[in-house]
């Protein structure tokens, strides 16, 4: 069964840290483009950052430049998301979602193969 399964969310306090991991199961990443995206309560679900195949090309929205990186392990067959400097604001469901190609980019909206199924990020004091 192909599955991407998302884990390291949590409670965290503003200012804090957490870092996600989007695992594959099923399948090898080494021929997908990683997107995270997240969802707020009450609005659409929205990229967040990505990641090429092979690591060399990445993403992010303006709302997390600076303080998220996202990188991966092929040989783990992970990929991760690290959150800095977390506000409120960036409380939401985070997912992960694979993209088959091994061409320098990622995306972060349409198209995405396989998603999973989230895991929870709250900031809040």
């Known amino acids: 069964q192909l599955q991407l399964v998302e884990s390291g969310g949590g409670l965290v306090q503003p200012g804090g840290s957490l870092r996600l991991s989007c695992a594959a199961s099923g399948f090898t990443l080494d021929y997908y483009a990683i997107g995270w995206f997240r969802q707020v309560p009450g609005k659409e679900r929205e990229g967040v950052s990505c990641?090429?195949?092979?690591?060399?090309?990445?993403n992010y929205v303006d709302f997390v430049k600076g303080r998220f990186t996202i990188s991966r392990d092929n040989a783990k067959n992970t990929v991760y998301l690290q959150m800095n400097s977390l506000k409120p604001e960036d409380t939401g469901v985070y997912y992960c979602?694979?993209?088959?190609?091994?061409?320098?980019?990622?995306?972060?909206?349409?198209?995405?193969?396989?998603w999973g199924k989230g895991t929870l990020v709250t900031v809040s004091s």
């Open positions: 990641i090429s195949s092979d690591g060399g090309t990445t």
């Open positions: 979602a694979a993209w088959g190609s091994v061409a320098p980019m990622c995306r972060m909206g349409y198209g995405m193969d396989y």
